[in-house]
């Protein structure tokens, strides 16, 4: 591999070498060809970031979710997840190259390629710092950050297909990893979260359909698999359950677009197989279990001058593998082959942002999630809390949660710095014990003891943009 690297290099540092003749006569049609083609861009980007409670994080502490439940101490009397935190990061740096400007005719070609630097750190637990009873939860990063893939992708377009009158369509066809369309629209933020849990947020393989007809509707359907972001299921969060399912997750919306307003409407399904075998009467079979779930959306943006509003509402069941606060729940056995029921909790994960300003920006976003459980009470009256398959970055106890969060933001050139407060704020609920197990309600809630557990993170972003 060194090898490789170090004849390249030289290949490309040889190529001065040539007469400066022939170096004029063809470094002006690549250069030419480059500008006309390919657009680099990147940035670098530093967080600072401090939390006053243990919460639930990724990416080095910077993707925030929500603050942890309380954890008391054997005598009651100190929350033990009440213990302040501070990371500084540049992890989330990024590359990327947009290919665009060939075609044949009326059909247009493009691509894109985009990678930031979180690959290659790894967790491990510190071993004594923390309580026994904190289960490893608390953790060490080590390594070196190396490339990750976020998107890689290929367009094809057909453009200025007639329609009646003097209207043109367009019809857009994108192959490869990109925005989940559920979770393409963001807040006016600069965090790494960019609004989840409280928005759709993923990254997936996928196959989608975006048709422009005429200059105010537009038409989306897609086909999408699972990589990076999962469903939750029996093995933990895994892309397995989707390819044993054999059916991809599918997305469908229409928009309206006019004079800086955006709507658009939408809906995702997904039918997942979380066992592949089981057990009858002591014998290992294959099973037919199988899952499905529909979720809704509705967005809407504003723009006007120095002033934009952003606002984004789903509903429905399940949303786990896009970072929402939901999942679903064994209720029960097929006595005939062995197989599992499942039935999905619904919720609604809901946000608002607005901003203000150019050179210096003034943003605030409020986000919203409500876990209703399930539609209907299993018959045994309970279930048990690891037939729960919920969020693998939230906690089934979890009732409802809000955030408050305004920034100020200082663009300067290519160079932009920013200041925010996030205040998040969780409803938990006590799982009920019984003969050593917890168990959740007939509608899979903790609808015990519920009390509320809130963070303060302040948060400090400086990028330079290339």
């Not at 247009?108 to 939860?137: C, M, R, W």
């Not at 949303?319 to 209720?331: D, F, P, T």
């Not at 048990?384 to 398959?389: F, S």
Request: aromatic share 14%.
């Amino acid at each position: 591999m060194k090898k490789s690297v170090l004849l390249i290099l030289t290949l490309i540092l040889s190529v001065p070498a040539f007469s400066s003749e022939k170096a004029e006569k063809s470094d002006a049609p690549v250069k030419e060809h480059l500008q006309n083609h390919f657009k680099f861009y990147g940035f670098i980007r530093n967080y600072f970031a401090f939390d006053s409670r243990e919460s639930v994080s990724g990416t080095g502490d910077l993707f925030y979710y929500l603050p942890k439940d309380v954890l008391w101490n054997e005598n009651h009397t100190e929350d033990l997840n009440a213990q302040p935190s501070f990371r500084y990061l540049s992890l989330t740096s990024r590359v990327g190259v947009d290919v665009n400007g060939y075609y044949i005719g009326n059909l247009h070609f493009g691509a894109k390629i985009e990678a930031d630097f979180y690959s290659g750190l790894s967790s491990t637990s510190v071993k004594g710092f923390f309580p026994q009873n904190s289960k490893g939860e608390n953790s060490k990063v080590s390594g070196t950050a190396q490339l990750r893939l976020r998107q890689a992708y290929a367009t094809l377009s057909w453009k200025d297909l007639p329609m009646s009158g003097d209207q043109t369509a367009t019809v857009g066809l994108k192959i490869g990893q990109a925005w989940h369309p559920m979770g393409a629209d963001h807040p006016h933020l600069f965090s790494l979260e960019a609004g989840a849990p409280f928005g759709p947020f993923s990254r997936t393989p996928l196959v989608q359909m975006d048709a422009d007809l005429g200059s105010h509707w537009t038409i989306t359907a897609a086909a999408i698999w699972q990589m990076q972001y999962q469903s939750a299921g029996p093995a933990g969060s895994s892309a397995v359950y989707m390819k044993y399912g054999m059916t991809p997750e599918m997305y469908a919306a229409v928009a309206y677009k006019s004079k800086g307003l955006v709507l658009r409407a939408g809906a995702d399904l997904v039918s997942i197989k979380p066992r592949v075998f089981g057990e009858k009467d002591g014998i290992m079979v294959r099973v037919s279990d199988r899952k499905t779930s529909l979720l809704y959306y509705l967005y809407a943006q504003y723009s006007k001058g120095k002033f934009a509003v952003k606002a984004k509402t789903t509903y429905g069941e399940g949303g786990e593998h896009m970072n929402l606060m939901s999942g679903y729940a064994k209720v029960g056995v097929n006595e005939a082959d062995g197989s599992w029921n499942y039935a999905s909790l619904n919720a609604s994960s809901s946000w608002v942002s607005f901003c203000y300003g150019k050179k210096w920006q003034g943003v605030l976003f409020l986000g919203y999630v409500k876990n209703f459980g399930l539609a209907e009470p299993v018959k045994d009256g309970k279930v048990l809390k690891d037939e729960v398959y919920f969020c693998s970055n939230g906690f089934s106890n979890i009732d409802q949660m809000y955030r408050i969060n305004p920034q100020v933001i200082y663009n300067i050139g290519k160079l932009n710095v920013g200041i925010e407060y996030q205040w998040t704020n969780v409803y938990y609920g006590e799982y009920y014990k019984e003969n050593g197990k917890d168990y959740l309600s007939s509608y899979a809630k903790a609808d015990m003891n519920r009390h509320w557990v809130g963070n303060h993170r302040v948060n400090l972003m400086v990028k330079y943009n290339f």
